[in-house]
């Protein structure tokens, strides 16, 4: 119950904060602007730019969603803010520099390549297949107000900057509770698995055959809910116990890619379709990054 309450605290207290800094930043944000409507044009920069924002911020796999919903609203291209939300939680320097330190130079910069690049591939594939449609209507907040910039608002500094807070913060709080039940859920069931041990699921993924290791460590890694960054440094141990390095990285991989709390807020934005698909491609990542591992470092 304890863990229960704090895990649900950390969630909603990084949700609303991210929200709402997300909504001041739309201020700054013009989709009218020739940065744009460049990369609009240009999918592969454009997508590479969403995968290189991801990889500088160090968030959770919950906290990306609302940065990504502000991309969507803020009419981003699609290819940005899919190639966002999956390299954000898996690529950001707190990881290569840890990667760097356990496992050595060749190993971050082999993952930090492998993540970007499938990053980026899966954030324009998915808008080649035209999966931008099945992303529900996030634009939840309304008012006129909502679409203008900084230099289009109204009124003194000061009262852009109360209009500014209070239409963030009116959006963020709208947002939170639009998204409180599946929080909660994911929390709850987060709180259910918190109990299983990596070590003691390591321990039976290594008498798994090689071939087939991989993508069981990639979904079971899923409900883990694991930071990236929190594994890293126990990835002694977890060798220690008979894990490869593609099963690591593909334990990795999803359980920071995807996770049960992650998956039951994005359910509040994406259709089954967008989800199924999402869930595939970090999937796919995990995998195929796993597989490149082996092959190279095995």
Not at 97 to 105: I, K, S
Not at 116 to 127: H, K, R
Not at 139 to 156: D, F, R, V, Y
Not at 253 to 265: H, K, M, N, Q, T
Request: proline share 5%; hydrophobic share 50%.
């Amino acid at each position: 119950m304890l863990y229960f309450l704090k895990l649900t605290a950390e969630l909603v207290g990084l949700f609303f904060a991210i929200s709402f800094l997300v909504g001041l930043g739309r201020y700054f944000i013009n989709p009218r602007s020739r940065l744009f409507q460049y990369a609009g044009k240009n999918k592969l920069l454009s997508a590479a730019c969403g995968a290189l924002v991801g990889a500088v911020t160090p968030f959770c796999s919950c906290s990306t969603i609302p940065l990504f919903v502000g991309f969507i609203k803020s009419k981003v291209p699609f290819s940005t803010s899919v190639a966002f939300l999956i390299s954000s939680p898996i690529l950001n320097p707190a990881i290569l520099t840890l990667m760097g330190v356990f496992f050595g130079a060749r190993v971050a910069v082999l993952y930090g390549l492998c993540t970007f690049f499938f990053a980026v591939f899966f954030g324009l594939l998915l808008e080649r297949l035209g999966f931008e449609k099945e992303v529900y209507d996030v634009n939840i907040t309304g008012g006129s107000e909502e679409s203008l910039s900084w230099a289009e608002l109204s009124g003194t500094t000061g009262e852009k900057i109360r209009t500014a807070l209070r239409n963030s913060l009116i959006g963020s709080l709208l947002l939170l509770r639009k998204v409180f039940p599946y929080l909660l859920f994911g929390a709850a069931i987060g709180s259910v698995i918190h109990g299983v041990l990596p070590v003691s699921v390591v321990q039976k993924l290594s008498s798994i055959p090689g071939w087939l290791s991989i993508p069981v460590a990639a979904v079971v890694g899923i409900p883990l809910y694991l930071r990236t960054e929190t594994i890293i440094p126990a990835a002694t141990i977890l060798q220690s116990c008979g894990l490869g390095p593609g099963v690591l990285i593909s334990l990795m991989i999803g359980g920071g890619g995807a996770s049960i709390p992650e998956v039951s807020l994005l359910s509040s934005i994406f259709t089954k379709k967008m989800l199924t698909a999402f869930l595939l491609s970090v999937f796919i990542v995990a995998c195929t990054t796993g597989f490149i591992f082996n092959q190279l470092l095995g």
